[in-house]
């Protein structure tokens, strides 16, 4: 479902210290792979903690399910925002993007596969 808080992020220097932070102060159970370290947090939304290895090290961010993340970053910056990343296409042919509201504070916004049709690609949009 569209406009809908689906994921969330915390970005940091140190993933392992960073994750058995969250892991005792939550009881939440953390997994590692290539891509991160994968959190369940025992309900719907989960998320994951990244250690990207540059600018921005210290970071948090949710996700907001959209039908097209082109076209939502499009219009954060109809609205006064700046698009910051995307959309960037993930392995699995979902998409996500980051926009600053005009606040400056960060948000993401993610499109499922499934909600392309026939599994195109994403839109990269100019800028």
Not at 87 to 98: E, H, K, N, Q
Request: aromatic share 10%; proline share 7%.
């Amino acid at each position: 479902m569209a406009n809908q808080i689906c994921h969330f992020e915390i970005g940091c220097r140190d993933s392992e210290k960073t994750a058995e932070f969250y892991s005792k102060m939550f009881e939440w159970t953390m997994k590692s792979d290539a891509r991160g370290t994968h959190i369940r947090t025992g309900g719907d939304i989960g998320g994951h903690i990244n250690s990207l290895g540059h600018e921005p090290h210290n970071y948090t961010a949710f996700y907001v399910m959209v039908d097209d993340v082109a076209e939502a970053l499009a219009k954060a910056v109809n609205l006064g925002g700046k698009k910051l990343v995307g959309p960037v296409p993930l392995p699995d042919g979902a998409a996500f993007g980051w926009f600053a509201d005009p606040e400056g504070n960060m948000i993401g916004v993610y499109t499922p596969k499934q909600n392309r049709p026939s599994g195109e690609p994403p839109k990269v949009a100019a800028g």
